[in-house]
C-alpha cells in the first residue's frame, strides 16, 4: 500500500505559488522571487492541472470498476458542473464588484479585457467559457477534460492507453504547428474568444497525469522499475536538462539573449500552448523531484537524504494539505482576493517592500478561510467528501461478467 498524503500537500504548494504569481503591486515585489519558477520553465498550474488528472484516474477508475459506468460518468460530470459553477460564480463577483469600485475598469482591463456588465455579447460568450478573464482561465480546462474523462479511464481500463497518448501527442502537435488556427478564427467568427491557455495543448497534462492514476488504480505500474537508487540515470538526466533549463531562465529573465537565439528559443516557450521547452522542463522536474522523495532517503548522498527529507516535511505540512484538499474552493478564493488587492493597491498603493510583504503573507494565510469553513460544515454528522489522501492499492477484484461487459466490449455468452 502506498499514501498518497503528500498529493493533498503538493497541490496545496501549487495553489500558494499560484497565488503569488498572480498577485501584483506597482514596481513588483521580492516574495514572489521565492519560487521556482525564477530558475525553470515550470510553474504552479503545469503542476495543478497533472496532479487533477493524476488524481481523476486514481478516484474516477476504482468507481467505475466497482460501481459501473453510469455510476462513475454521474460523479465526474456532477464534478464538472461544480467547476462550472464556480468559474461563472467568479466571473459574476469580480463584474458585480467592477460595478461598485471606482476606476476598477481601468486597473482591471487587462485582466478582464472588454468584460463588462452591459455587453451582453461578452456576457454569454464568458458564460460559454469562451471570453475568458484572467486567472480563471484554468477552471474552463477542467470541464472540458472532465467531459471526456469517463471515455477515457473506460480506455484505460481496457488497456487502450496507447491510443490516448497518441492522440494526445497529436492534438498537441497540432497546436505547436499552428493547425489550430483556423478553427480558433472561426469560432471568434462566431462568438468572441479570449483564452490563455489553449485547451488542445495542455490536455497534454491532465490526460497524462489520468493515464498515469488510472494505472495505477488497476496496480499496472511498477514504480520500482522507474526509480532506483542502484540505477539512477534517468535521474541523472533529468538533472542535466533542468540544470540546463536553468541556465536559461536565468538568463532570458536577468540577461539578453543574442536576437537570433532568443527568437528560435522563444518559439519553443510559449506558456499558453505549453510548448517543448515547458514540456520537457516540466517532464525532467517532475521526475527528478519525485525521484529524490522515493530514493533520496535510500542513496548514499547526505545532501539527497537531507533535501528528501526536506521536501517531504514541506508536502506533510498541514496547511499545505487543508488547501490541497478544497482545491477548487481554495482557487476560486485565491482569483477574488487577487483582484481585491490590485484594487488596495490602485487606490492605496503604492506600498512599500514591507506592507507589500505583510500583504502577500497575510494573504497566503487567509487561503485557508474557504478550506476552514468547508471542514468544519462538513464535520457534524456528515460523511466528510472524500479526499485526495487515499490509499492506493491494485484492484483485486474481478469485475462480474456484467460489468465486463460494459467496460472490456465482451458479450456474455
Not at 67 to 93: H, K, N, P
Not at 110 to 130: I, K, N, P
Not at 319 to 326: A, E
Not at 339 to 362: I, R, S
Amino acid at each position: 500500500m502506498a499514501r498518497l498524503t503528500i498529493l493533498d500537500g503538493v497541490r496545496g504548494y501549487f495553489l500558494v505559488l499560484m497565488f503569488l504569481n498572480h498577485l501584483t503591486f506597482a514596481g513588483g515585489y521580492l516574495l514572489v522571487k521565492v519560487n521556482h519558477g525564477e530558475v525553470a520553465f515550470v510553474e504552479g498550474a503545469q503542476g495543478f492541472v497533472f496532479l487533477s488528472g493524476l488524481l481523476a484516474g486514481l478516484v474516477h477508475t476504482r468507481r467505475l470498476v466497482g460501481q459501473g459506468f453510469s455510476a462513475a460518468t454521474g460523479m465526474i460530470w456532477q464534478r464538472a458542473a461544480e467547476i462550472y459553477a464556480y468559474a461563472l460564480g467568479c466571473i459574476l463577483v469580480v463584474l458585480t464588484l467592477q460595478t461598485l469600485l471606482p476606476e476598477s475598469r481601468l486597473y482591471w482591463h487587462h485582466w478582464l479585457g472588454d468584460l463588462q456588465f452591459g455587453r451582453r455579447r461578452l456576457v454569454a460568450a464568458s458564460a460559454l467559457l469562451l471570453y475568458q478573464p484572467d486567472f480563471l482561465d484554468i477552471l474552463p480546462q477542467y470541464v472540458i477534460y472532465l467531459l471526456a474523462a469517463p471515455l477515457l479511464i473506460v480506455l484505460c481500463v481496457r488497456g487502450r492507453s496507447a491510443f490516448i497518448v497518441a492522440g494526445c501527442v497529436v492534438l498537441w502537435l497540432a497546436v505547436q504547428f499552428g493547425l489550430h488556427l483556423p478553427l480558433a478564427a472561426s469560432i471568434e467568427g462566431v462568438m468572441p474568444l479570449r483564452a490563455y491557455f489553449n485547451v488542445l495543448a495542455w490536455q497534454l497534462l491532465f490526460v497524462g497525469g489520468l493515464i498515469i492514476g488510472s494505472n495505477m488504480a488497476q496496480g499496472r505500474i511498477d514504480w520500482n522499475r522507474f526509480f532506483r537508487s542502484d540505477r539512477p540515470q534517468l535521474a541523472i538526466v533529468a538533472a542535466v536538462l533542468v540544470a540546463a533549463f536553468a541556465i536559461c531562465r536565468v538568463w532570458t529573465i536577468h540577461f539578453t539573449m543574442p536576437d537570433t537565439m532568443m527568437t528560435r528559443f522563444m518559439a519553443l516557450a510559449n506558456r499558453g500552448e505549453f510548448g517543448m521547452v515547458y514540456l520537457l522542463n516540466f517532464a525532467a522536474l517532475g521526475y527528478l523531484v519525485t525521484w529524490i522523495i522515493r530514493v533520496g532517503p535510500a542513496t548514499a548522498s547526505v545532501p539527497l537524504r537531507r533535501l528528501s527529507l526536506a521536501l517531504d516535511r514541506l508536502f506533510s505540512l498541514s496547511f499545505l494539505r487543508l488547501l490541497g484538499r478544497n482545491s477548487l474552493q481554495v482557487y476560486a478564493w485565491h482569483v477574488i482576493m487577487v483582484y481585491l488587492l490590485k484594487a488596495a493597491d490602485h487606490n492605496w498603493g503604492p506600498f512599500g517592500e514591507a506592507t507589500k510583504t505583510a500583504m502577500a503573507t497575510a494573504g497566503i494565510a487567509l487561503l485557508a478561510m474557504p478550506a476552514l469553513m468547508l471542514e468544519r460544515w462538513r464535520r457534524p454528522g456528515r460523511n466528510r467528501k472524500a479526499s485526495i489522501s487515499i490509499t492506493i492499492q491494485p484492484l483485486r477484484h474481478r469485475p462480474t461478467r456484467r460489468r465486463r461487459r460494459d467496460l472490456v466490449g465482451r458479450p456474455v455468452d
